[in-house]
């Protein structure tokens, strides 16, 4: 893992934001998988800045995301899809037709066949963007007892519930998603982890010092051979 640590949110986002022009600049039809939460907003800002000044074109590019609640309309203004929208997509000039989306509403086995079969026929993810929960989750893979594959309905945990709660004020948090296993997270060609605070400061440990177990799916990320793991000081005080 290429672990850079660099002094805030802003200078992780600018990091990480150049990274993705230059890439989508080389390759203006690459397939981009990304994450929704706050860690990626400063590189979604980044992106969004670059297309506004005319110094990179979403046009052509195809993306994929992680996950979504289930049991909540798309539109909700608390759907991954809306959240993606507002802080990204309707800020670039990206093709909503070349945006896919989990549908939470779906028949998650349908759904997790259909997604596989988009993915595939894009021919797999360039960059998969992610950030960590604090249980050690990526997506929305939550720690268990094996690693999963394709995406699939998950229960979220106490944790999860606990973290995400807060952006919630009119109808309860779902407590269903459907996320991308594992296997589909690791079968992209690479992968950019952002982390930043103290809450996740154990998670981050775990995810790069600890052994590679299903307990803490982000350790996974060990056995991918190009991740690179953006961190503020906070995240990375227990390394
Ligand atoms: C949610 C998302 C994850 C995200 C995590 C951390 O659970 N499903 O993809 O990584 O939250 O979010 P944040 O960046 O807001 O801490």
Redesign the pocket.
């Known amino acids: 893992m290429d672990i850079r640590i660099l002094g805030s949110e802003k200078e992780i986002g600018a990091a990480a934001g150049r990274l993705y022009v230059d890439f989508i600049n080389a390759n203006p039809t690459c397939v981009l998988g990304f994450?929704?939460?706050?860690?990626?907003v400063p590189t979604y800002d980044y992106i969004a800045q670059s297309c506004r000044q005319g110094k990179v074109s979403l046009k052509g590019v195809s993306t994929f995301n992680?996950?979504e609640y289930c049991d909540l309309p798309r539109d909700h203004k608390n759907s991954?899809f809306t959240f993606m929208c507002e802080n990204l997509f309707s800020r670039t000039d990206i093709d909503m037709a070349n945006v896919d989306f989990l549908d939470g509403n779906a028949d998650p086995d349908e759904e997790s066949a259909r997604y596989a079969a988009a993915i595939k026929a894009k021919g797999g993810i360039d960059i998969q963007l992610?950030?960590?929960?604090?249980n050690g989750?990526?997506?929305?893979n939550e720690p268990g007892d094996k690693f999963t594959d394709e995406a699939w309905r998950v229960a979220?945990t106490q944790s999860?519930i606990d973290?995400?709660s807060i952006y919630f004020d009119d109808i309860p948090m779902p407590r269903y998603?459907i996320?991308m296993g594992i296997g589909s997270i690791m079968r992209s060609k690479k992968i950019i982890m952002?982390?930043?605070?103290a809450?996740?400061a154990e998670a981050v440990k775990n995810m790069i010092k600890g052994p590679v177990t299903p307990a803490c799916p982000a350790s996974i990320l060990q056995q991918h051979s190009d991740v690179t793991v953006f961190l503020d000081p906070a995240a990375a005080a227990l390394l």
């Open positions: 994450a929704t939460g706050a860690s990626p992680l996950d991954y992610l950030g960590i929960g604090r989750h990526i997506a929305f979220l999860t973290a995400n998603a996320t952002i982390a930043t605070g809450s996740k």
